[in-house]
């Protein structure tokens, strides 16, 4: 309970319905605040307790300087918890193996259990193995089945076994689609024992990135490490300072053949520009009202690729107009409106909150456009796209030949393949999937060139993976699905397939074609990343567009191409049919949103949406407290990060002799460190997995298998694109081993284990934005698992830098104008990192000292920049991980 030092306790009453609540009002500066940091100040009002959350923190953010540096720690508690399962297994496979290690401390492993709300969509899993055909969907759905089964009873498990953890089953929608349509609250009401309910803003963290789509939905939410996220559903709250917030007013219309990716490509750019890295976006303005919520959660989902923590849209009309559309109950859409116009979180247009930068948007200005060939961030103009990949081809077919190989495909049709096709055109991922606009306007693009004549090129591999259920049901009522089929956009799944690198195999005569003769061939998904080594380990370049623009591609067959001037085929006369002659207008495409869709879609999709299927149902599910594991699982394994703790701390220690396993260049994502795709027997996960007996048809994904650590450890740095500068010129996960003889060349895996067994501490060296893309967890396990005790960089990106504290790494950064080269670091060198002890004394370092040795020459020395940013991350490093930093709490309580 709050100890309400400022009296801020009060009852809301709505209809007949009392409700308790904290208002805003009674702090003075407060309503200065933008909408965002409103939310931040209410959540310290209701969990003030004179120990964690303070009437000190509260007042900071009363006086809240929008200009300063961000140097004030608060304690954020979510109200709720949003799971994926790639990211979501291994939470609950660390929640089962903290239950057995409670019990081994003594305690009562039934304690562990979801303190707050916590939800789970599986969407991450399903592969397009079938396309094209009538099919598709059930055939993909049935090997997810096949190679998923043991992942799946496990977490069946856990929805038994843990209280306050719920699933969406497989085959349902993309996790942030189904958060928006159907999990998000926007206010919650929790009742308390006396019969009291407590209304307070929705809030929320996700072990995805994208998490940041319900910002749209006025809701504050982002995305964390699963670690975090681990400590967040075991009551612990959120350790982050207060953030500097950006502004972003909104103004004027999207132009017609514009579509709301095109916004958020501009706008991403824009924001990855500016810089907003550890930051808020807050859209503001005029021009918001006139922003439907699907675009607002088009945009917020983009967060992650401009980099900021969270990309608010305040609650207005739109809000509610979309809360009610989606089934929402009218008791709870008018509890949103009084909430909100009481606690002065209702978007007032007139009124400019205080905010740290200001930037702005003509939405009219924004043009048709598309990102690659590996950032989301590198926006290229359509009308400037062929003369942009002609640049780019020479980075990934040095020749500058275009290939020009004859192919015969599985049905018999002779072709040919250039660099530059197109050999995947993928509708996918949450970004734009859940957005009516762009994908009614695939739909009638698609009927547009079917009744024209036009065809895809027969060597792309084509593919429709929607957001929500509610999509298939407005296609049909649309009668669209017709004119899809005919191109090869049949339905494959519900997930994020392509996206997150679940493409599947191209076909074997296109994949054999491109690896024979090294051809550079593009994938074009309407996505939300583009990462080297993502998409498919055929294709070497990435390409986001909105839907109509994949569909458009599909049937260019090529990334050499002019839309404006190259015809994409003729009509049955004769007649060259361009794109613009087949692109649908906004009438169009407003018409058929106003006609195909309606609130019952979305009341019949949602109505049992936790009951699952009929392969779900069917599961053979395990009981009991605590999980039997299965020592012959390929997928289900018990990590080590709680053998022989104890209830005491080891203390920290100076790092000595440690060897540099990687260094990295900039941009180094999270996909680079842990993949989430394929992968092939030679590797070491390949090899692992054949000893074990699986057959390579059945290794599925690295993310899949995230909830055995044999696999994982052996991914991480296993990206078929990183290029590790310690053995230049080799693409791929490999290093030089310093334990052995002149340091052959060795996978990261095997070098690593050499280093382990000869006791050699291990370093990383980077560059800017290192750990930029997914919030993904086994990035810093594989890290850690691996022996490294030290990353050194220029910069961090927010989420992987936390990660890297929760698995007990130290993150450094060069001092200010330095770089792994300006030192001249090889990577040869056996470094030492003195300074670290002081942690153990309670105090937090803001540098230390690393001494770099080379054999035979001058040491290198440099006072490195310690990034545990809060006494929270202090503690948590001290106790040598989050994780463990909570069991210690909880078994002792």
């Known amino acids: 309970m709050s100890v309400n030092s400022f009296g801020a306790k009060s009852t809301l009453t709505v209809g007949e319905k009392d409700y308790q609540i904290f208002r805003l009002d009674a702090v003075p500066g407060l309503d200065q605040l933008p909408y965002s940091l409103k939310v931040l100040?209410?959540?310290?009002?209701?969990?003030?307790?004179?120990?964690?959350?303070?009437?000190?923190?509260?007042?900071?953010?009363?006086?809240?300087?929008?200009?300063?540096?961000?140097?004030?720690?608060?304690?954020?508690?979510?109200?709720?918890?949003?799971?994926?399962?790639?990211?979501?297994?291994?939470?609950?496979?660390?929640?089962?193996?903290?239950?057995?290690?409670?019990?081994?401390?003594?305690?009562?492993?039934?304690?562990?259990?979801?303190?707050?709300?916590?939800?789970?969509?599986?969407?991450?899993?399903?592969?397009?193995?079938?396309?094209?055909?009538?099919d598709a969907f059930q055939r993909n759905v049935e090997r997810e089945y096949e190679r998923n089964g043991e992942r799946y009873q496990f977490l069946r498990w856990g929805q038994g076994a843990f209280d306050n953890f719920r699933v969406v089953p497989p085959g349902t929608g993309i996790v942030h689609q189904v958060n928006i349509e159907y999990l998000a609250r926007t206010v919650f009401t929790k009742p308390e024992a006396d019969g009291t309910v407590v209304a307070y803003p929705d809030t929320c963290v996700g072990t995805d990135s994208h998490t940041t789509m319900v910002n749209g939905l006025g809701v504050l939410g982002w995305g964390v490490g699963g670690i975090e996220a681990e400590a967040a559903m075991l009551g612990q709250p959120v350790s982050m300072l207060i953030p500097k917030v950006v502004g972003f007013k909104l103004s004027g219309a999207?132009?017609?053949?514009?579509?709301?990716?095109?916004?958020?490509?501009?706008?991403?750019?824009?924001?990855?520009?500016?810089?907003?890295?550890?930051?808020?976006?807050?859209?503001?303005?005029?021009?918001?009202?006139?922003?439907?919520?699907?675009?607002?959660?088009?945009?917020?989902?983009?967060?992650?690729?401009?980099?900021?923590?969270?990309?608010?849209?305040?609650?207005?009309?739109?809000?509610?107009?979309?809360?009610?559309?989606?089934?929402?109950?009218?008791?709870?859409i008018a509890l949103v409106e009084a909430y909100a116009k009481a606690q002065g979180l209702w978007h007032d247009p007139s009124r400019e909150p205080k905010f740290s930068e200001y930037l702005e948007l003509d939405l009219s200005t924004v043009v048709p456009s598309i990102a690659g060939p590996k950032r989301p961030q590198d926006r290229i103009e359509l009308s400037a796209a062929k003369e942009a990949f002609a640049q780019a081809i020479g980075t990934y077919a040095p020749q500058g030949e275009r290939g020009d190989v004859p192919v015969t495909l599985e049905n018999g049709t002779v072709t040919r393949l250039n660099h530059g096709d197109v050999a995947i055109a993928s509708i996918t991922s949450c970004t734009n999937t859940s957005n009516p606009s762009v994908m009614l306007a695939a739909g009638l693009l698609a009927r547009n060139a079917v009744a024209r004549g036009l065809k895809s090129k027969p060597w792309v591999k084509t593919s429709m993976a929607p957001g929500s259920k509610v999509v298939t049901d407005y296609y049909t009522k649309a009668g669209l699905w017709g004119d899809l089929d005919a191109l090869g956009f049949n339905l494959v799944g519900y997930g994020c397939a392509t996206c997150i690198g679940n493409s599947g195999p191209l076909?074997?005569?296109?994949?054999?074609?491109?690896?024979?003769?090294?051809?550079?061939?593009?994938?074009?998904?309407?996505?939300?990343?583009?990462?080297?080594?993502?998409?498919?380990?055929?294709?070497?370049?990435?390409?986001?567009?909105?839907?109509?623009?994949?569909?458009?591609?599909?049937?260019?067959?090529?990334?050499?191409?002019?839309?404006?001037?190259?015809?994409?085929?003729?009509?049955?006369?004769?007649?060259?049919?361009?794109?613009?002659?087949?692109?649908?207008?906004?009438?169009?495409?407003?018409?058929?949103?106003?006609?195909?869709?309606?609130?019952?879609?979305?009341?019949?999709?949602?109505?049992?949406?936790?009951?699952?299927?009929?392969?779900?149902?069917?599961?053979?599910?395990?009981?009991?407290?605590?999980?039997?594991?299965?020592?012959?699982?390929?997928?289900?394994?018990?990590?080590?990060?709680?053998?022989?703790?104890?209830?005491?701390?080891?203390?920290?220690?100076?790092i000595e002799g440690a060897r540099v396993l990687l260094k990295l260049g900039d941009s180094v994502t999270t996909d680079h460190i842990s993949p989430a795709g394929s992968f092939k027997p030679e590797t070491p996960a390949g090899k692992y997995l054949l000893a074990n007996g699986v057959q390579p048809r059945d290794f599925n994904s690295y993310g899949s298998r995230r909830g055995n650590h044999e696999v994982m450890i052996r991914g991480t740095f296993a990206n078929i694109r990183i290029r590790n500068e310690v053995v230049p010129g080799v693409e791929g996960g490999f290093t030089r081993d310093f334990t052995q003889a002149e340091a052959p060349v060795a996978t990261v895996y095997d070098a690593a284990q050499n280093y382990l067994a000869a006791g050699t501490p291990l370093v990383v060296l980077g560059g800017k934005e290192y750990g930029s893309g997914s919030s993904r967890d086994w990035a810093a396990k594989g890290t850690a698992l691996l022996g490294v005790k030290?990353?050194?960089?220029?910069?961090?990106?927010?989420?992987?830098?936390?990660?890297?504290?929760?698995?007990?790494?130290?993150?450094?950064?060069?001092?200010?104008?330095?770089?792994?080269?300006?030192?001249?670091?090889?990577?040869?060198?056996?470094?030492?990192?003195?300074?670290?002890?002081?942690?153990?004394?309670?105090?937090?370092?803001?540098?230390?000292?690393?001494?770099?040795?080379?054999?035979?020459?001058?040491?290198?020395?440099?006072?490195?920049?310690?990034?545990?940013?809060?006494?929270?991350?202090?503690?948590?490093?001290?106790?040598?991980?989050?994780?463990?930093?909570?069991?210690?709490?909880?078994?002792?309580?």
């Open 41 to 134: 100040a209410e959540n310290l009002l209701r969990t003030e307790d004179g120990a964690n959350v303070t009437r000190a923190h509260v007042e900071a953010l009363a006086n809240w300087d929008p200009t300063a540096e961000p140097d004030t720690e608060i304690q954020f508690t979510p109200a709720r918890v949003v799971m994926q399962d790639f990211t979501g297994v291994p939470c609950i496979v660390d929640l089962a193996t903290m239950r057995e290690a409670v019990a081994e401390l003594g305690g009562d492993p039934t304690r562990i259990n979801p303190l707050a709300p916590a939800e789970m969509v599986i969407d991450h899993s399903v592969q397009i193995d079938v396309f094209g055909t009538a």
């Open 254 to 332: 999207i132009p017609a053949g514009a579509t709301a990716t095109d916004v958020v490509l501009t706008i991403t750019q824009k924001l990855r520009q500016h810089g907003v890295v550890g930051k808020f976006v807050e859209f503001y303005g005029e021009g918001v009202s006139a922003v439907p919520l699907a675009n607002r959660a088009t945009i917020g989902n983009m967060s992650p690729e401009f980099g900021s923590t969270a990309a608010m849209f305040p609650i207005d009309d739109v809000t509610l107009g979309y809360l009610r559309l989606t089934g929402r109950s009218e008791e709870s």
């Open 507 to 654: 076909p074997g005569p296109v994949s054999e074609a491109v690896r024979e003769n090294d051809l550079a061939v593009c994938a074009v998904l309407s996505g939300n990343r583009n990462f080297e080594g993502r998409i498919n380990p055929d294709v070497k370049m990435n390409y986001l567009a909105s839907p109509p623009l994949v569909v458009a591609y599909a049937l260019a067959g090529t990334m050499d191409f002019d839309f404006a001037t190259q015809p994409l085929g003729q009509d049955p006369d004769g007649n060259d049919v361009f794109l613009a002659d087949i692109w649908p207008t906004p009438q169009e495409v407003q018409h058929t949103i106003d006609t195909a869709i309606d609130r019952e879609m979305f009341e019949d999709s949602y109505s049992d949406v936790f009951a699952g299927d009929e392969h779900w149902q069917g599961l053979d599910t395990p009981e009991g407290d605590t999980f039997a594991w299965d020592a012959a699982s390929t997928y289900v394994r018990k990590p080590p990060y709680f053998e022989g703790m104890g209830m005491q701390t080891t203390p920290v220690r100076d």
């Open 790 to 893: 030290a990353v050194i960089v220029e910069s961090f990106e927010r989420i992987h830098r936390s990660n890297l504290i929760g698995m007990g790494v130290l993150p450094l950064q060069f001092p200010a104008g330095q770089t792994r080269d300006t030192l001249g670091l090889t990577g040869e060198e056996t470094f030492t990192i003195t300074g670290i002890e002081a942690l153990n004394e309670g105090v937090t370092p803001k540098t230390v000292h690393v001494r770099a040795q080379r054999e035979g020459g001058q040491a290198i020395e440099f006072d490195a920049v310690v990034r545990i940013d809060t006494p929270g991350e202090a503690d948590y490093f001290r106790h040598g991980g989050i994780l463990q930093y909570v069991l210690r709490q909880l078994a002792s309580a």
